[in-house]
């Protein structure tokens, strides 16, 4: 079956630190990734949708300059907090989806992002 | 845009029993609608999913049923175990190429 792969799985680092994520489809072509954040106990909210040589569309209150998405190829997306503080502390979760009608997003393993 | 509403928020039930998760979506563009267990520190898991086009769809314990009219869907699970306790979300796609939307999700405690 689609696999993505999401790395790194869990970083800790220190306020003011800009931290990259990476998120890529292993055995398909992905022309669409989206980016999710969850924080403990809700929902998976939708950050963005990123299309392969465009710029990303983010969500009503998702700072774009803070968040910054590259979707470089058909299989690799990156996430990159810029200048992360504790309340960027959260679990980020990417999907990828192929081309095509009644396709399914697939899930990776998800970032848990730890800011100190 | 997409709203989904999800209840309950948590449920529990006996082994055995069975329990049923309601949503409601907003957009009537809305053509699939999948549910998801999530582990904790997990990714979500597709458990099942229906499409606009059927009112009901089965696997095993596991069902999903669609009002188009009414604009709900329902997950029944049946002769729950505790291996069935977790959170579950159900979500909505509008058209192919869009994000799915998520319900705040519930947490399903099966006890033995």
């Known amino acids: 079956g689609a696999v993505v792969s999401q790395h790194p799985s869990w970083v800790i680092c220190k306020s003011g630190t800009s931290v990259k994520i990476e998120c890529r489809s292993l055995d398909f072509q992905a022309t669409t990734m989206f980016w999710y954040r969850q924080f403990p106990k809700q929902s998976l909210m939708l950050m963005a949708t990123?299309?392969?040589?465009?710029?990303?569309?983010?969500e009503q209150g998702v700072e774009k300059d803070k968040f910054l998405i590259n979707h470089a190829s058909l299989t690799l997306s990156t996430l990159t907090v810029t200048s992360a503080h504790p309340e960027d502390s959260s679990f980020y979760i990417c999907?990828?989806?192929?081309?095509?009608?009644?396709?399914?997003?697939?899930f990776g393993d998800g970032t848990r992002l730890s800011i100190l | 845009g997409e709203n989904v509403e999800q209840h309950p928020s948590t449920l529990s039930v006996q082994e055995g029993d069975s329990a049923v998760i309601k949503c409601t979506y907003s957009d009537s563009a809305s053509n699939y609608f999948p549910w998801y267990k999530q582990e904790l520190g997990k990714r979500p898991q597709l458990i099942i999913d229906i499409r606009s086009n059927v009112g009901e769809k089965k696997d095993q314990r596991i069902a999903v049923t669609l009002n188009k009219t009414a604009k709900h869907f329902s997950l029944h699970i049946t002769e729950t175990q505790p291996e069935d306790s977790a959170v579950y979300f159900c979500?909505?796609?509008?058209?192919?190429?869009?994000?799915?939307?998520f319900g705040k999700g519930t947490t399903l405690s099966v006890s033995s």
């Open positions: 990123s299309n392969e040589g465009s710029k990303a569309t983010y």
């Open positions: 979500a909505a796609r509008n058209q192919a190429g869009t994000a799915l939307i």
């Open positions: 999907s990828a989806m192929q081309q095509g009608p009644n396709q399914p997003q697939h």
